[in-house]
C-alpha cells in the first residue's frame, strides 16, 4: 500500500506519517516547503527505514497541476490525505484583501483543485480511500474566524459531493473535523481550550478509517459541542463573543 500526503509537513500530517510509515506503509509526502520535505523524509528514513519520495508543490495554485506527476510517478497510491489548511489573521483579513485572499484559496480552491485530481486518479482504479481534513470552524460561521470557517464549510459540502459520487466506485471519503489541536496554528491564540495531541488525534484518523467512518469528529466530544452551538437561533448566537 502506499499513501499521498498533501501538505504533510503540517503538525497532525506529520504525526499520521509517524503512524502510517510505523505501520509499513509507503508514503509519497508532498507540499509547499521543499526543505521541510526533505527533513520530514530523511526523519522517517532514519526512524522507521523506509525510503520515502517527496514533492514539493510550491504554492499549490495554480500549480495543482504538479499533482498529475505525482501520480504518473506512482500509479500504486491507494489512500490520499489532505491536512491542507492556513488559519490565517481574521482581523487582518476584514481589511486586507491579500489576507482574506490566502484565506480563501488555501483552505478551499487549493484544496478542491488537488483532491479532484486525486479522486479522478482513484475513480480510474475504482478503489482508494480520501481522508479530507476540515474543521468544527465550517459548522458554524463565528466573528472570531468566518473567514476560515466559510473556506471549510465550502470545503465540507465539496466532499459531501464528493464522498456521493465515488460512492458506486468503492471509493471511501472521509471528512474529519477536528477541534482545537496542540499545533503551531492555535499556539498562543485566545479561547483556545482542551486541545488534543496530534498523535491522539493520529490514531483516531487511521483508526475510524479503517471502520469505514465518514465524518469524524476529533477529539469526539466537538460532536455534540457544534451541535448545541447549531442549534443556536441567530437572534441569541450573534450576541455571543465566539
Known amino acids: 500500500?502506499?499513501?499521498?500526503?498533501?501538505?504533510?509537513?503540517?503538525?497532525?500530517?506529520?504525526?499520521?506519517?509517524?503512524?502510517?510509515?510505523?505501520?509499513?506503509?509507503?508514503?509519497?509526502?508532498?507540499?509547499?516547503?521543499s526543505s521541510e520535505?526533505?527533513?520530514?523524509?530523511?526523519?522517517l528514513s532514519i526512524r522507521y527505514r523506509q525510503q520515502n519520495v517527496f514533492f514539493d508543490i510550491g504554492e499549490f495554485y495554480p500549480h495543482f497541476q504538479k499533482i498529475e506527476k505525482i501520480f504518473n510517478d506512482h500509479s500504486d497510491i491507494d489512500e490520499v490525505y489532505c491536512f491542507?489548511?492556513?488559519?490565517?489573521?481574521?482581523?487582518?483579513?476584514?481589511?486586507?484583501?491579500?489576507?482574506?485572499?490566502?484565506?480563501?484559496?488555501?483552505?478551499?480552491?487549493?484544496?478542491?483543485?488537488?483532491?479532484?485530481?486525486?479522486?479522478?486518479?482513484?475513480?480510474?482504479k475504482r478503489r482508494g480511500k480520501m481522508i479530507?481534513?476540515?474543521?468544527?470552524?465550517?459548522?458554524?460561521?463565528?466573528?472570531?474566524?468566518?473567514?476560515?470557517?466559510?473556506?471549510?464549510?465550502?470545503?465540507?459540502t465539496f466532499v459531501d459531493g464528493l464522498r456521493a459520487r465515488l460512492f458506486s466506485k468503492k471509493i471511501h471519503v472521509m471528512l474529519v473535523k477536528p477541534g482545537y489541536v496542540d499545533t503551531p496554528m492555535t499556539w498562543g491564540k485566545?479561547?483556545?481550550?482542551?486541545?488534543?495531541?496530534?498523535?491522539?488525534?493520529?490514531?483516531?484518523?487511521?483508526?475510524?478509517?479503517?471502520?469505514?467512518?465518514?465524518e469524524l469528529y476529533v477529539p469526539w466530544f466537538w460532536k455534540p459541542i457544534m451541535l448545541v452551538i447549531r442549534m443556536f437561533p441567530e437572534s441569541i448566537f450573534m450576541r455571543f463573543p465566539l
Do not use: C
Not at 520535505?37 to 526523519?43: C, N
Not at 479561547?191 to 465518514?214: C, D, M, N, Q, Y
Open 1 to 33: 500500500m502506499k499513501a499521498l500526503l498533501l501538505g504533510s509537513t503540517s503538525t497532525i500530517g506529520r504525526a499520521v506519517a509517524r503512524e502510517l510509515a510505523r505501520d509499513g506503509i509507503d508514503l509519497v509526502l508532498a507540499g509547499r516547503d
Open 37 to 43: 520535505l526533505h527533513r520530514q523524509a530523511s526523519d
Open 84 to 124: 491542507i489548511g492556513y488559519l490565517g489573521d481574521q482581523q487582518l483579513a476584514e481589511t486586507d484583501a491579500e489576507e482574506r485572499e490566502k484565506i480563501l484559496q488555501v483552505n478551499y480552491a487549493t484544496s478542491v483543485h488537488l483532491l479532484s485530481e486525486a479522486a479522478n486518479f482513484l475513480e480510474r
Open 132 to 156: 479530507i481534513f476540515g474543521s468544527v470552524a465550517g459548522d458554524r460561521g463565528r466573528r472570531s474566524n468566518y473567514f476560515y470557517g466559510s473556506a471549510k464549510s465550502g470545503l465540507h
Open 190 to 214: 485566545p479561547g483556545i481550550f482542551w486541545a488534543a495531541s496530534p498523535e491522539k488525534v493520529a490514531r483516531t484518523i487511521l483508526r475510524k478509517k479503517e471502520k469505514g467512518k465518514r
